[in-house]
């Protein structure tokens, strides 16, 4: 890190000398904070920053949907593993190799779709 006096370069956070304000009403904050969280944000402070920095990148609706597909791609791998599972311990005894490779195929475009959605809501 750098230390006063060195002539290292400093960090962006203090680089930010500018602030931008706005008063609201508290019932336009209470609708600012609805809607940071309906868009998945934490709080409303990570909201209004990807506003500032412009990394709104998704609708918010958008957005929500993405976070619940992540959430049922993980529930759809959980079955995939599940029949393989079944398979290699030979509880399902007539698997042809075709099929055997569709879910390998299967179980790898789970995956990454679910590291396309993640990347897209970052």
Do not use: W
């Not at 930010?16 to 600012?32: G, K, N, Q, S, W």
């Not at 209004?48 to 949907?65: N, Y």
């Amino acid at each position: 890190m750098a230390q006063a006096g060195d002539g290292g370069p400093r960090s962006n956070r203090r680089r930010a000398t500018r602030r931008l304000c706005r008063r609201v009403t508290p019932e336009a904050e209470d609708r600012f904070k609805a809607r940071a969280a309906a868009a998945g944000f934490a709080n409303a402070q990570d909201y209004l920053a990807s506003f500032i920095d412009g990394d709104i990148r998704l609708h918010e609706a958008t957005r929500k949907d993405l976070i619940r597909s992540v959430g049922e791609l993980g529930k759809i791998g959980s079955n995939v593993n599940q029949i393989a599972k079944a398979v290699n311990e030979g509880r399902i005894r007539s698997i042809d190799a075709h099929s055997a490779g569709v879910l390998d195929t299967l179980r790898e475009k789970i995956e990454e779709l679910g590291q396309e959605i993640r990347q897209a809501l970052r």
